[in-house]
């Protein structure tokens, strides 16, 4: 195997050798770089966002199934530690796009390899999917029950097939279309979970039942709550870069907390709470109902268009969390997979697709095992990443390589054997760790990657990231500097970032 390695001498990393894009699989314009003036969501539209993913109708079993044995103070501590644990993970690896711009399946041609990337990153993409099914059936049941109370028709699998195609459209017309959803959903948000408790409240009362001292008689530990919020979210934990690419970022921005602000204030705050807010509903429906799900509780205490309106605020709330959260990440990975070929709103339908033949609704009646089974897969890919990005390249990395068929990339037959051994090991031992597999998931992958990485691989195929690792022409938006494509010459370079912009 013949390895390019760029001149390490250089100040600036060599442009990519001329590859058509017609003829290799690594190049189309959805996954390439974004410039800083491509960016254009602020701390106010990414919390939009933010609440918008979290209120989700799975979240509130979440809350159900914290109360069914421990208090409600018990639980709204322990998701709000949890949430507040994964933002902070979730904000290191929101650095990749802030910093270079990179959607996560092409980062993750790094510790992968150029093809190896496919594996992890359809795991992510298929995970995605389905989800995208879970909560467009919890919407087609919404929209049912708006239309069966209006008219008696009874028919869920045609809104189904409906707020499925809506979706698709709204998710296809691209990352501002879906911001603009977000801005409109959140606020309707806030107000269908406020209107939620307290209707949940005064029911409670009326039974003689307070939320916060109920307790229910079940066996369950502080440890698999908490592991299991921290689950619920390690896929986005993984592959947030998609939408932190997105984000404005400061023309002086070395410091990382400057750089990454608009990531931060959202996701340490609107994150931790709203997801806490939406399990708090849960519990108390659970407590004051005996159902943790809102579409059932909503259609026995509500009638004429008060009915109305609620449900369709929570068909907004599956749909806005669909976009951000499910569509756009399975959609990107489709389209690394199948670049140059498979264009994006291709993806985005084949991404519906897969969530459908999923059958989510079987699905939803075993949701903590689902969690606990993918999340050990995918926390083993946030340990590699980290291990990645900030012990091994200290955050430089040299991108245009990543869109290079023969290059530093290429590892063994574009394989990674690091990453693939180090993600095959953490998995493993993660899958069989019952309540503690997202915790050892990461560990093992970071730790065993690290290892492979150093010691073993970048000492066959040589890392520029590695050898210089202080050179600042491996870096982008902290330096002023952006990614760019020159179509024309087929060719990558470091463009200064117009201070205009």
Known sequence: MTLNTPDIASDIPAAASPVSVSRHNLLEKTILPIKRQQRSIGTLGFTWIWIGIAFMIATFQLGATGVSGMSLTQVVLIILLANFVLALLMT?????????GLSFAVYLRAPFGIYGTHIPSLFRGVIAAIWFGIQTYLGALALNGIIEYLTGFDNWPLWYVIFAVVQIINTAMGIKAVEFLSSIAAPAIIAISVWMYMTLDVLATTKGVNI????????????????????????LAIDIPNITRYLKTPLDSRRFIKRNKHALLAQLLALPLTQTWIALIGAASFIAAGDWNPINVIQVQSTGISLVVLMLLVVL???STNTAANLIPAALTFVNAGAPYVKYPVAVVIAGIIGTLSMPWAILDNLFAFLFSYGS???AIGG??????????????????????????????GFNPAGLL???LASVLAFFSGDWAFVVGFVVGLVAYFVLMKFWVAKRYPQRELLTPDNESLLATSVGMNWSYDGENDSFHRTPINRLD
């Open 384 to 413: 590699i990443m980290i291990a990645d990005y900030y012990l091994l390249r200290r955050r430089h990395l040299n991108v245009p390589e990543l869109y290079q068929v023969q290059g530093q990339f290429y590892y063994w037959r």
């Open 422 to 424: 180090a993600w095959s």
């Open 317 to 319: 709330a599956q749909w």
């Open 377 to 379: 897969f995918l926390s």
């Open 92 to 100: 290191l690896t929101a650095d990749i796009g802030t910093e270079h």
């Open 212 to 235: 916060w001292t109920f307790v229910g008689d079940k066996q369950l530990s502080w440890t698999t709550l908490f592991l299991a919020n921290v689950a619920f979210w390690s896929t």
